[in-house]
């Protein structure tokens, strides 16, 4: 594997440092220094600043912690710094922060020995929110406000659009999608501002909470997963009651009824029903479903029918053309001839 997959899978740094080493000279492999790409086999001698690192553990357990760093600590994994947030947290496995938090800033950092990890988190192209906490000297107007929100001209960049919030005189709330280094503080004194506290209070969905100050927790399985990009399912299938996928050439299809799925190409399958089931309710024959096209002619329908349309025949057995009679039969009525039913004769007027 690359060198610098290998530091960071033995747990020396992350892999964004060990490419800062190896560009520095500090890395070795086999006595000779190595460059971005050497690879690293079985066998091979790798040493840090001559110090030998241990070869990949890809059976260790993966750590993941946040850390309430205080005012003071330094975040780097070099031992001989005094301060470094690495003996600070004394953790069992050898473990190194994801990105950074400044020396006279506290708040919430997360650290891990998964090397894997560090750039999902760090990548600017994901726009990873980190939200702030900060109090200034003087108090805010709504153009300072305004003015970090828009974006700030620095010497080196201009820093994106941000959400910013007042929650005191002298005190307000920010969320940055980006790592520029010292950025708030920067950002501030561009405006006018010195910047007297400052603590991060969470980063994409893990929160500081009330996790106290030097004291460091593992993350939730939830908060573990949700730091890895979303898995792609191959195959979704919805439970029951909502949409089901059908087999090749398919459409999806409401479960209980709805519209037939289309072919591409062709017309909408139509749905025949048998003769002996009688008409639809509302008196249609075989009517179309909600959102359908006029069935065609069906199986068993009577001679003459317009496809599409209404039949031939009126229901209730009225000729074509015919109008319906007062009775509601085709035609009028017949004329009674002779006595009525029963033998009994006119009854005459008294």
């Known amino acids: 594997m690359r060198v610098n997959k290998y530091l960071s899978e033995s747990g020396a740094c992350s892999r964004r440092e060990a490419d800062t080493f190896i560009e520095e000279g500090r890395v070795t492999v086999n006595g000779v220094p190595a460059v971005l ?25 993966p750590v993941y912690i946040a850390l309430n760093k205080p005012v003071g600590i330094t975040c780097t994994t070099e031992r001989n710094v005094a301060g470094n947030i690495v003996d600070f947290v004394d953790h069992p496995e050898r473990v190194f922060p994801i990105g950074r938090l400044d020396k006279d800033s506290e708040g ?20 990873h929110e980190k939200e702030y906490v900060v109090a200034v000297d003087h108090a805010i107007t709504p153009e300072f406000l305004t003015g970090m929100a ?16 007042r929650l005191g005189a002298k005190l307000f709330k920010i969320t940055l999608t980006q790592g520029l280094n010292r950025q708030i503080r920067r950002m501030c004194e561009a405006l006018g501002y010195t910047v007297e506290a400052l603590k991060r209070i969470r980063i994409m969905h893990i929160h500081l909470g009330q996790l106290a100050v030097g004291r460091w927790r593992n993350l939730t399985p939830h908060e573990v997963e949700a730091l ?24 999806p299809q409401r479960s209980g009824g709805g519209s037939q799925a289309q072919k591409p190409g062709g017309s909408p399958p139509q749905r025949v029903r048998h003769p002996s089931h009688g008409p639809r309710p509302g008196g249609a ?16 329908a009577p001679q003459g029918q317009r ?4 039949p031939g025949q009126r229901a209730g057995g009225a000729p074509q053309g015919q109008r319906p009679g007062p009775s509601g039969r085709g035609g009028p009525p017949p004329r009674r001839s002779g006595p009525p039913a029963g033998g009994r004769g006119r009854r005459g007027r008294g």
Do not use: M, W
């Open 150 to 165: 828009s974006g700030v001209r620095l010497s080196d960049a201009t820093t994106k659009r941000c959400k910013v919030e």
């Open 108 to 127: 919430l950092i997360l650290l891990t020995n998964d090397g894997d990890i560090v750039n999902e988190v760090l990548r600017a192209e994901h726009h």
């Open 285 to 300: 024959p075989n009517a179309p479903r909600p959102g359908g096209s006029a069935p065609s002619q069906r199986p068993g």
């Open 228 to 251: 890895f990009p979303p898995k792609t399912a191959s195959s979704a299938q919805p439970q029951g009651g909502g949409y089901s996928k059908q087999g090749a050439g398919g459409g």
């Open 307 to 310: 496809p599409g349309g209404a």
């Open 37 to 61: 790409g050497t690879q690293v086999a079985d066998g091979d001698d790798v040493r840090l600043d001559g110090d030998s690192v241990g070869t990949a553990r890809k059976n260790v357990k």
